[in-house]
């Protein structure tokens, strides 16, 4: 069952076609990478999906709810998170209080109620701190609740992220180059993480990455952009042997010269 | 820290010639000698003394500070030639003075000036005299340095407080004088100065208690740290009521005329929590604040004057919430448009609001309605139980009322999701919104609960005068009231009542500056911005943002952390939680 389709989506920035008619699926409960360049519209696809940008042609639905027009913020409510290539977490704010942001769609008190301070209020804010500090806890962050944000290590920083993102209790998680600066044994505990995601709580994951260890060890199925363009879609031994997906990240030559890699299914 | 590890003689000139410009400007434009009549402790020291010097007396501070790590003879000698350099200006302008009348150039000049600037020996001994003071000063600026920390605290905050009580000594006379007599006040104060005698004694108790503190303040915080939270919690109320009562007989400690000084800061304090929403928590740049205090004012004009622009003669009472109502409205009407823009295209528009709303009311369109130019008068009192609250001693208690519920809904707000709501607005809008927040809701509530706070600021303000004109709608109490907010700590609620505080409640108490008032205010403002840039007491979120803590203990945390022992979670269980 298709949780997410596009159909066509395009976008352009003047001249500049930054995807363009890109047809994509995502079955619910997969994990599902998107590789490609730099430069070859994968961000630009996200902030398409989560209505920071319109896309100009094409249908985006989820959940068979159509995407195109709606703003990021009733995207999320719909069940849609996501985290940044560049960290935005909220500097100034303590990672506890990013995270009870992230929790916002969830909330349902108002503000006459919080002045006032009643039952179904503080109920639901104690209820909330908990369930921000569980979620410190479940990231691997104990004892980091009360930094403030600007101030963490940067693994820390993609760790809150992801809590945050979690937070809002999505159906559908985009993680945007998750392992960016990132050591091997780092990127491997990320890719465990992302599964665990997974089989825990059931989200779907849609991935931007680089790290080709990562996007080969976790995806079910990878789909490559080129210059806007979906030039090769499959699983990821399909994908390592195909040679324009070669000649696109090291170009015309090496397509030529290379053999299958490493085993595709090992996990670090 | 210095690089050299010489004698620079570029230092001491340096500050020496900016303390000379400065001194020979505060002379020049004739703030000296206005002062020069005013002693702060009778017989020896006067205002005009103090302003002149201080310039030099500050520099060569600083001067002596740029001198190498542990080369205390070269920060002497540069204090004492800061101080000296310092001089030079202020010397040549007496000898000018003796050669040319400059008064065709500069008015001020006058023999009176230079009387004090020679300190009345003459131009020749006199000019001496001058650069014997000014190195003397310089070099006893210099050697402060030399003190320990521990005792140069002290001293400095005992020289603010002497100068302080001898500032303010005509208010302080009258109060001591209406609890403790006459006889009190002649002890301690002499016209307008203080007794030398009383100066010594107030300079050491000052000195003292703040040697005190240093010492046993740590101590203190600490024990207070460390009481259990129920202890805590009884210390806490018990200081809350201890404010309270406190708060509930101000009047009667203060008097009518500082009531009434007390009063102007409470409205605009009332302003400041309102602007503190929209600028300190939603970051929302609104330069045009005081439209919605003047709609708000214009509202209970309009409703309860008795003259004849008045329209329903209401009591005060009644009058309010329908004067919040205008405001709101007004607030969401400024808000609608305003909603994409961002920064300083918000900020000019918002203060074209405010423009057009001044104008509006200067207006001969709106004239029949709400008076132009001559105002609205004959605005009504609130009334309770048949007595109309005229002193301000009485009238204080209404605006205390209302600064103690905006002060309540701000802090209840700030705490509450809808505070986070304007502070993740405030760090990335963008970010914000994918977080599932309606930027319009959020955006709006602020603009809308901004202006009902300053509708009421403005209702109460139009009571207390009686009587309203569009000049005093205008730009600058906008502007005013942003300072007060940033002055006092942006998003911090005490820094609120702490600028409003300072800035409007300090050129209340320096008018006897008269024209120097708002140069000082100036001044103060610039030193202010340059000290705490976070605030007087600023919110800790602010702080944060402004000074980079690079020392920050992070505690035991590994680089990585095997989320695999983590994720096993007794609170996740084998169900999915969501």
Not at chain 2, 314 to 336: D, H, Q, Y
Not at chain 2, 337 to 343: F, H, I, K, N, Q
């Amino acid at each position: 069952m298709a949780i997410l389709t596009a159909n066509s989506v395009t976008k352009r920035f003047g001249g500049l076609v930054a995807v363009d008619n890109f047809d994509f699926e995502i079955d619910e409960g997969a994990i599902v990478s998107i590789i490609g360049p730099n430069g070859a519209g994968k961000t630009t696809f996200f902030n398409c999906l989560t209505g920071f940008y319109q896309a100009e042609e094409g249908d985006m639905l989820y959940k068979g709810q159509r995407l195109n027009g709606r703003t990021p913020d009733q995207i999320t409510r719909m069940g849609i998170a996501r985290t940044y290539q560049n960290i935005r977490v909220f500097p100034a704010m303590t990672a506890i209080e990013n995270i009870l942001v992230g929790q916002h769609p969830r909330l349902k008190t108002n503000w006459v109620e919080s002045i006032l301070r009643t039952k179904r209020y503080k109920d639901e804010e104690e209820e909330a701190e908990e369930e921000a500090r569980r979620l410190i806890r479940y990231v691997g962050m104990t004892g980091l609740g009360d930094q403030i944000a600007r101030n963490l290590p940067y693994g820390a920083q993609r760790r809150l992220e992801m809590a945050r993102a979690i937070a809002s209790e999505p159906q559908l998680l985009l993680l945007d180059e998750p392992t960016a600066g990132m050591n091997p044994h780092e990127s491997a505990e990320m890719m465990y993480f992302i599964k665990q995601l997974r089989d825990d709580l059931g989200i779907t994951i849609l991935l931007i990455e680089h790290d080709m260890r990562v996007v080969m060890g976790i995806s079910e199925r990878i789909t490559v952009l080129d210059f806007g363009i979906k030039i090769a879609e499959g699983t990821p031994l399909e994908i390592q042997k195909n040679p324009q997906v070669i000649e696109a990240y090291l170009g015309r030559g090496a397509a030529a010269g290379l053999t299958e890699t490493a085993n595709p299914e090992a996990v670090y | 820290m210095s690089e050299s590890k010489n004698f620079d003689i570029r230092i001491p000139i340096q500050y020496g010639l900016i303390a000379g410009v400065v001194a020979l400007s505060v002379s020049v434009i004739g703030m000296v000698d206005l002062f020069a009549q005013r002693y702060l402790i009778a017989g020896y020291l006067t205002l005009g003394q103090v302003i002149l010097f201080l310039a030099p007396a500050a520099l060569s501070y600083t001067a002596a500070g740029k001198a190498p790590q542990g080369r205390k003879g070269i920060s002497l000698l540069y204090g004492f030639l800061a101080g000296f350099i310092s001089s030079l200006p202020l010397a040549g302008l007496v000898y000018l003075s003796g050669v040319v009348d400059l008064r065709q150039f500069l008015p001020n000049v006058s023999p009176a000036l230079i009387e004090i600037l020679t300190f009345g020996r003459g131009q020749g001994e006199g000019s001496l005299v001058l650069m014997i003071v000014s190195s003397t000063i310089g070099l006893v600026s210099a050697a402060m340095h030399l003190i320990p920390g521990r005792v140069r605290k002290p001293i400095l905050y005992g020289l603010l407080w002497t100068f302080l009580i001898g500032m303010f000594s005509e208010i302080l006379s009258e109060r001591i004088r209406n609890f403790f007599g006459l006889d009190s006040v002649k002890a301690i104060f002499e016209a307008r100065a203080l007794h030398p005698g009383a100066a010594i004694i107030i300079f050491l108790l000052t000195a003292g208690l703040t040697y005190l503190w240093s010492e046993r303040g740590e101590d203190i915080k600490y024990r207070y740290a460390s009481m259990q939270p129920k202890r805590k919690t009884q210390f806490r109320s018990g200081g809350i009521i201890a404010a309270i009562l406190i708060l509930l007989i101000m009047p009667l400690l203060i008097g009518t005329y500082l009531s009434e000084v007390v009063n102007n800061v409470l409205i605009f304090a009332l302003m400041g929590f309102g602007l503190n929403i929209v600028v300190g928590f939603a970051g929302l740049l609104d330069l045009g604040y005081v439209a919605f205090f003047a709609i708000g004012a214009y509202m209970m004009g309009l409703l309860t004057s008795t003259g004849d622009l008045g329209v329903a003669g209401m009591s005060f009472w009644l009058a309010i919430p329908i004067c919040v109502a205008a405001a709101v409205g007004a607030g969401l009407l400024l808000g609608i448009p305003v909603l994409r823009m961002r920064g300083d295209y918000l900020a000019i528009v918002t203060l074209g609001f405010g423009e057009i709303i001044r104008i509006l009311a200067l207006s001969d369109l709106l004239k029949p309605y709400i008076g132009g130019a001559q105002g609205l008068l004959k605005i009504n009192k609130p009334i309770i139980v048949g007595n109309a609250l005229v002193k301000p001693d009485h009238f204080y208690y209404v605006v205390l009322a209302g600064v103690i519920i905006v002060a309540f809904i701000s802090y209840r707000l700030s705490q509450a999701r809808l505070g986070r709501q304007w502070m993740a607005m405030r760090e990335d809008e963008d970010v914000a919104e994918a977080m599932g927040i309606r930027l319009v809701n959020t955006k709006l509530l602020a603009f809308a609960i901004g202006a009902a706070f300053a509708g009421l600021s403005g209702a109460i303000f139009a009571s207390k005068l009686t009587s309203i004109f569009p000049h005093s709608f205008n730009i600058l109490i906008s502007i005013n009231v942003l300072c007060m907010i940033i002055v006092g700590g942006m998003g911090s609620l005490p820094g609120v009542v702490v600028g409003a505080l300072l800035l409007v409640g300090l050129p209340e108490l320096l008018r006897e500056f008269a024209e120097f008032r708002y140069l000082m205010y100036g001044v103060i403002l610039i030193v202010m911005m340059l000290a705490k840039p976070e605030g007087f007491w600023p919110s800790a979120v602010r702080k944060r943002e402004l000074h980079k803590y690079d020392d920050m203990d992070y505690g035991e945390y590994p680089e990585t952390i095997a989320p695999r022992a983590e994720t096993r979670d007794p609170g996740l269980g084998s169900t999915p939680h969501l």
